[in-house]
């Protein structure tokens, strides 16, 4: 991804070709009050680059370097932890499972201090994450990969049990260990596949992450591309492919945008059907498959 130098020795990603002027203009808002409140934080001594900043963890057989600050309790509460906890894999229900993957739904009500360690964990990656202990209104759907030792966690989502504004996910994560391969996309497309279930369409809520914006825009793109690819009538409607899909309108038409696809002609938008992107997209999908 291209980058822009800033102020400082800070190197922003260029995000104008990928997401729409709105999206954009939130992510920067929510960007400058993040590091207004960590400057705050700082001045008052509450993050500090010595002893109170957490640098690697051990999950596994993984030592893992952080990237952000995550208010975790004295390292003697883990020492006693370890001591007592026989998990092998998430609390909740099984809800998904094919080979070594499992999906659980946990929710944050019944299962409260699994779901806040689960927080914890995921701003020690996400910078813009805020909810650590407010869990209780919140389902959280934990991945993981199981070996003879146990499960162990792939990424999550958590979504609002009852959104005003019908998002499908507050906050995404994949472990950085399974990063690219896969794990990320299967996520977002479990949170569609829950607001098919429940007929409803869904959004991710804003901001995203630079890396969750990327993630999602592939996501859409290759769910618009797969809906022309099989698609037979005439005309394409926005209406029809967010009622097959679950994907909000508001994100089809940015993505459209992005690819050329949406045409503005006699008072009304077109969508075009680009053959060289179908097929380029068909192509991908069948080295996909003979790997």
Not at 37 to 50: A, H, S
Not at 59 to 81: A, K, N, Q, V
Not at 211 to 221: D, E, P
Request: proline share 3%; with cysteine.
């Amino acid at each position: 991804m291209e980058h822009r130098q800033t102020h400082g020795n800070t190197r922003e990603p260029l995000l104008e070709n990928i997401t729409s002027d709105y999206d954009l203009e939130l992510f920067r808002k929510a960007q400058a009050r993040a590091s207004e409140d960590l400057e705050k934080l700082r001045i008052q001594g509450q993050i500090t680059e010595g002893s109170n900043m957490i640098k690697t963890i051990l999950f596994g057989r993984y030592e893992l370097d952080t990237w952000y600050h995550s208010p975790y309790p004295e390292e003697t509460i883990l020492r006693r932890h370890m001591a007592k906890c026989v998990w092998k894999h998430p609390p909740g229900d099984e809800v998904y499972r094919k080979g070594a993957i499992s999906v659980f739904e946990v929710d944050g009500k019944k299962n409260k201090i699994y779901c806040q360690n689960l927080c914890l964990l995921a701003k020690l990656f996400l910078d813009h994450k805020t909810l650590y202990y407010d869990v209780e209104p919140f389902l959280f759907y934990v991945m993981t990969e199981a070996d003879n030792t146990g499960c162990h966690l792939v990424g999550y989502f958590s979504k609002e049990k009852n959104s005003f504004l019908n998002y499908n996910v507050s906050c995404i994560l994949t472990m950085p260990q399974y990063m690219r391969q896969g794990f990320g996309k299967m996520l977002i497309d479990f949170s569609y596949l829950l607001s098919k279930v429940e007929e409803k369409v869904g959004s991710p809520e804003r901001p995203l992450s630079d890396l969750g914006l990327i993630s999602y825009r592939s996501y859409w793109k290759e769910v618009l591309l797969r809906y022309m690819y099989n698609f037979q009538g005439k005309e394409i409607s926005i209406k029809e492919i967010s009622q097959e899909t679950a994907v909000n309108p508001v994100d089809i038409v940015s993505t459209l945008q992005s690819l050329q696809m949406l045409k503005y002609w006699k008072g009304k938008h077109l969508v075009l059907k680009r053959q060289d992107l179908i097929d380029e997209w068909k192509a991908k999908r069948d080295q996909e498959r003979e790997q």
